[in-house]
T-cell receptor, first 116, second 111 residues
Framework: EAGVAQSPRYKIIEKRQSVAFWCNPI?????LYWYQQILGQGPKLLIQ????????DSQLPKDRFSAERLKGVDSTLKIQPAKLEDSAVYLC??????????????FGPGTRLLVL | GDSVTQMEGPVTLSEEAFLTINCTYT??????LFWYVQYPGEGLQLLLK?????DKGSNKGFEATYRKETTSFHLEKGSVQVSDSAVYFC??????????FGTGTRLLVSP
């Protein structure tokens, strides 16, 4: 079974530029998450989708970050304009629905973003 | 809100030593508890989990027991190997909601 795919793996941009990350979850996983992992910290949730609807985006900086999940499969996370503090690893995870608290989130390899 | 506290690292051990990484949590209700591992250059992988009090999760020689009375989920291994060198994250989740992670503990095992 293929895992969660993410691209690109690395990205370097200058501040105030825009950037987009792509995620393809495990086939059949209805729940998709984007996390931000700043160096030396644990991942923190940015947004959670159930199919193509948003479940939780309370920690998403909506003035610069946006995300969508068209057709309930792939997802794109965008930052515009980027700030220095956005330098981090962006992790995508997916989960099979209907498992309650026992369900496991499976993570992709992440996209490492450096903002100069 | 929910939170997870882990011991700070790095934890430096010699091969075959006993490992304990402490993890405590604060949460309402009855969360599920997880240990994830991140090997150098790789993504997060689930190591083990426990979904109710007194459950023991185990995998690859690692164990952790869900202790509700002490709100803890300490990770242990009887004999570590060089290949266990990685960053270990304790996390909790309620229902299908987000994972709340600790800050991670780096383990370095020398031959």
């Amino acid at each position: 079974e293929a895992g969660v795919a993410q691209s690109p793996r690395y990205k370097i941009i200058e501040k105030r530029q825009s950037v987009a990350f792509w995620c393809n979850p495990i086939s059949g996983h209805a729940t998709l998450y984007w996390y931000q992992q700043i160096l030396g910290q644990g991942p923190k949730l940015l947004i959670q989708f159930q199919n193509n609807g948003v479940v939780d985006d309370s920690q998403l900086p909506k003035d610069r970050f946006s995300a969508e999940r068209l057709k309930g499969v792939d997802s794109t996370l965008k930052i515009q304009p980027a700030k220095l503090e956005d330098s981090a690893v962006y992790l995508c995870a997916s989960r099979l629905s209907g498992q309650g608290a026992q369900g496991t989130q499976y993570f992709g390899p992440g996209t490492r973003l450096l903002v100069l | 809100g929910d939170s997870v506290t882990q011991m700070e690292g790095p934890v430096t051990l010699s091969e075959e030593a006993f490992l304990t990484i402490n993890c405590t949590y604060t949460a309402t209700g009855y969360p599920s508890l997880f240990w994830y591992v991140q090997y150098p250059g790789e993504g997060l992988q689930l190591l083990l989990k426990a979904t109710k009090a007194d459950d023991k999760g185990s995998n690859k020689g690692f164990e952790a027991t869900y202790r509700k009375e002490t709100t803890s989920f300490h990770l242990e291994k009887g004999s570590v190997q060089v290949s266990d060198s990685a960053v270990y994250f304790c996390a909790l989740s309620r229902g299908f909601q987000k994972l709340v992670f600790g800050t991670g503990t780096r383990l370095l095992v020398s031959p």
